[in-house]
């Protein structure tokens, strides 16, 4: 569960109204896979990551990019239970895929890092806070089945 007021909550709902998810989805899946490139081994099926160059124009990255942040908006429909709306998620990335728990907070903190760029001026500190706070509380929760 996110602890966050009604303002921050009006606040992260406005703002991600705002943005291409499939467009920020596939960035900030790349940008992942480009600064910590060890994550890039759960992805060996995805072709051609030689480069940071072929990662962010690779099709196969946008398209996982754009999924990871389709269930992030769930999630942003379920502040108050997210690790229930995430459980399934959680079991998977734990159980199947053998996803480091890590992974998710790096790419919390990445896709606040491409939020800000997309949002320009409208990516108040304010709103910083609160995306980190519900960032924060997604990798937990797809963490949960790890505990």
């Known amino acids: ?26 960035e900030t899946l790349g940008r992942l896979l480009v600064v910590y490139p060890w994550t890039q081994r759960f992805f060996d099926s995805f072709g051609n990551l030689s480069s940071a160059a072929a990662i962010m124009d690779n099709p196969k990255v946008k398209a996982h990019g754009k999924k990871v942040l389709n269930s992030f908006s769930d999630g942003l429909k379920h502040l108050d239970d997210l690790k229930g709306t995430f459980a ?41 806070a609160a995306f980190q706070k519900v960032v924060a509380g997604v990798a937990n929760a797809l963490a949960h089945k790890y505990h």
């Open 1 to 26: 569960m996110v602890h966050l007021t009604d303002a921050e909550k009006g606040l992260v709902n406005g703002l991600w109204g705002k943005i291409n998810v499939d467009e920020v989805g596939g």
């Open 88 to 128: 399934q998620l959680s079991e998977l990335h734990c159980d199947k895929l053998h996803v480091d728990p890590e992974n998710f907070r790096l790419l919390g903190n990445v896709l606040v890092v491409v939020l800000g760029h997309h949002l320009g001026a409208e990516f108040t500190p304010q709103a910083q």
